[in-house]
DNA sequence: TTGTAAGCGTTATCAA
DNA sequence: TTGATAACGCTTACAA
């Protein structure tokens, strides 16, 4: 961590050559000497020169970093993810940087100005507040690819799982069970995934020749508390369901809390599965099943997208599609404990 | 979300005035005749015209922006402390950008260069892999300090809890309630607090002349799987302890599961105190007693202790401690249901 | 109150 | 292969 105040300029004056060959020399550029390379080499070393990259950026309108919008930090969802981000760019020699939205408008278009100001060289999307015409619009000038929650009416690159099939998949699991009565604790935030998995949820009622009704999707806050109260509407009911099918495996947990208090035994008395194969879905007792997101591979399909964007200006909006997977644990009966 | 690529140059020749206007304009300079100002303000709107912050940043060696820097994501233990920073610096008028090292040498160096290529105005560290001269080498040229989690042997400003003493208060509370053999799951990564804990930990056993052993402190990851094998551990001794002392909140749910599967019932035959007041630590069945950390608060202060030094240079290095709680769950007896 | 022009640290064009 | 110099977009003395 040597910290110079050195420029390109002071450099050239010490080596006695032109800002363009210390220029050359930090580049890479094809034709400059070995001689020459090699005492600006030295120079740049034993001095600890670092290239300002505030100058290089104003004059290549490049910065080789890109931006994560995430809605929150406290859902760890996003943490494998972004591992899986920062691995691929990493070996593309990209910086991550993050930023934290909170449901914030403004603030989203202050980070945006990262982008359109070229402080970043492209933005991957987790959650957008902006209206779609905005983000289309957007898109189409710059690097943006939306990750796992595209806004919809939208036409960006995009990656995710198909959460409606997800959801059919879970609750046809639970119908396969014998389960005739399922409720589903769903969301108010997420609007996309949630609407989807509200569909698949219905088809797969439909598919099991079950009806549905309204009162079995019970909207809920994302978090442990929610999942309790949503819990208690269902269970509440004239005519309460055998299983649950909740959008986040925290909302499942709150969930089996409730039960708990009612003493009813999940997993026995009341299946049920969750979302996201979260830390907590594998600590809690018992342990929930869920649908399982390929999470690193989000993350680096995201990038690709990305990049595709940023060497390709031109390139083609691709919504690419990854597959999920139902992992059963106690909550759906210890057969599969 | 207007996009344009407008310059300063372009908004002075359409409003017949000096870029220098312009830019007093934009900048809110107090001498501009209110006539100019409305003049360019509307052609600015009208145009959607955004300074471009590259040639801002290059003049003025400001970027209002500050970078955090986190050791992971994983741990949502910091999503709290990093909204009492978004909400601080958002009065403020400062960007915040999260950089995620993984105890990556390299890459820490590569996002600490934001701070000396003059990227961001400052930088909060949660953890940091350099060598501590380095780090005072650092931070004597540049605003940085450390929050939760100093480097040992280092001088920048910093914050953070006693964890000393918090170790003491949680180990002399399992001593007051009669626990004589006590065991600690302590940990290998964050030097500097769990070598405090250690000795909070030691000291309140001396301080209640119960005999210290090496074999009762084990070493555990961070995670619900190194809480179980830690635990293991602790109860393969000879002579195990009544009581643990855990650094984390998921180490002790850990250490809860294998003590079920030892048939071993927490808060009755074992008490258990983790760390952090993690959302897990109320999930979990039962409840985890635990030490809570004034995240907010640390967040808050993090931010003003990093102005002080941005906006005053020469500011002298303050280590502000602030109180941490205990908070009485389940895990240590049920009269505190 | 406004304009002129230099300069922040680079890269890229052109000429040598 | 190398050097001189303009340019990126902005702010700020200094002059008018």
């Known amino acids: 961590m040597v910290v110079t105040k050195m420029t390109i300029k002071d450099i050239a004056k010490k080596a006695e050559v032109s800002t363009a060959s210390v220029s050359r020399v930090i580049n890479n550029a094809p034709n ?37 919008v995430l809605p929150t930090l406290s859902n760890p969802f996003y943490a494998t993810i972004i591992k899986g981000i920062e691995e691929e760019c990493s070996e593309l020699n990209y910086g991550v940087l993050i930023a934290v939205i909170n449901l914030n408008n403004e603030l989203e278009r202050k980070y945006i100005e990262l982008l359109t100001t070229k402080q970043v060289d492209g933005i991957i999307s987790f959650f957008s507040t902006l209206a779609p015409d905005e983000i289309n619009k957007m898109a189409e000038a710059f690097p943006y690819v939306q990750c796992c929650e595209p806004t919809e009416n939208t036409s960006t690159s995009s990656v995710s799982i198909n959460n409606k099939k997800a959801a059919y998949d879970a609750v046809s699991y639970l119908t396969s069970c014998g389960h005739k009565r399922i ?12 609407r989807e998995r509200e569909a698949g949820f219905k088809e797969a009622l439909e598919k099991a020749d079950i009806a549905f009704s309204e009162e079995l999707i019970v909207k809920s806050d994302y978090d442990y508390e929610g999942g309790q109260k949503a819990c208690k509407k269902l269970f509440d009911l004239e005519n309460p369901p055998t299983a649950i099918f909740a959008v986040s495996d925290t909302i499942a947990i709150g969930a089996m809390k409730y039960l708990s208090t009612i003493n009813k035994i999940v997993g026995k008395d009341v299946d049920i599965v969750g979302f996201d194969n979260a ?12 649908v399982s997101q390929p999470r690193l591979e989000l993350g680096q399909t ?10 390709n200006s031109s390139s083609i909006n691709k919504s690419v599609v990854l597959p999920h997977k139902l992992i059963f644990r106690e909550s759906t009966g210890i057969k599969f404990k």
């Open 183 to 194: 409720g589903m604790i769903s969301g108010y935030y997420f609007k996309t995934s949630e």
């Open 279 to 290: 830390t907590v879905s594998k600590m809690s007792s018992p342990t929930v099943s869920t």
């Open 32 to 68: 400059v000497s070995e001689e020459l390379r090699k005492k600006v080499m030295s120079l740049i070393d034993e001095v600890g020169y670092k290239p300002n990259s505030i100058g290089k950026q104003l004059r290549t309108s490049k910065s080789e970093k890109i931006l994560v």
């Open 302 to 311: 995201a990038v690709s997208l990305l990049m595709d964007k940023i060497h």
